[in-house]
């Protein structure tokens, strides 16, 4: 079974464009997002790139979509994220859950 590209809790960047700048803040173009977006960013101006990172909480395969923990909650193309770090494999530390391949060792009293 091969691992999808991007999966909840996945560290992520999205490449956001500056498309016009008002006093301290700045309207981003997200790449894979028609939305509009903006921050406070001192010294960007039209036409930067600016790599915004977060985590990823939600994937939608059929829809190709990832929801990002970024400038708020946003849904861009699967396409257009670039991996940054994967999320930890926690099946090495085992489950409470009954019938799991990995259970959890039982806990030893003190003493």
Same mark, same amino acid.
């Given at each position: 079974?091969t691992r999808p590209a991007v999966e909840i ?11 016009? #700048? %008002?006093?301290?803040? !700045?309207?981003? +173009?997200?790449?894979? $997002?028609?939305? /509009?977006?903006? &921050? @406070? ?7 930067d790139k600016l790599r915004l990172e977060g ?9 190709? #979509? %990832?929801?990002?923990? !970024?400038?708020? +909650?946003?849904?861009? $193309?699967?396409? /257009?994220?670039? &991996? @940054?770090?994967?999320?930890c494999d926690l099946d090495h530390i085992g ?17």
């Amino acid at each position: 079974m091969t691992r999808p590209a991007v999966e909840i809790g996945d560290r992520v960047a999205v490449i956001a464009t500056v498309v016009a #700048r %008002t006093e301290d803040r !700045v309207m981003l +173009r997200l790449d894979g $997002d028609s939305h /509009s977006y903006s &921050m @406070v960013e001192p010294n960007a101006k039209p036409g930067d790139k600016l790599r915004l990172e977060g985590d990823v909480v939600h994937v939608d395969e059929e829809l190709g #979509r %990832t929801t990002v923990q !970024v400038l708020g +909650r946003v849904s861009v $193309d699967t396409k /257009s994220v670039e &991996m @940054v770090t994967r999320r930890c494999d926690l099946d090495h530390i085992g489950s409470n859950v009954p019938g799991h391949p990995r259970p959890r060792t039982p806990p030893t009293p003190h003493g």
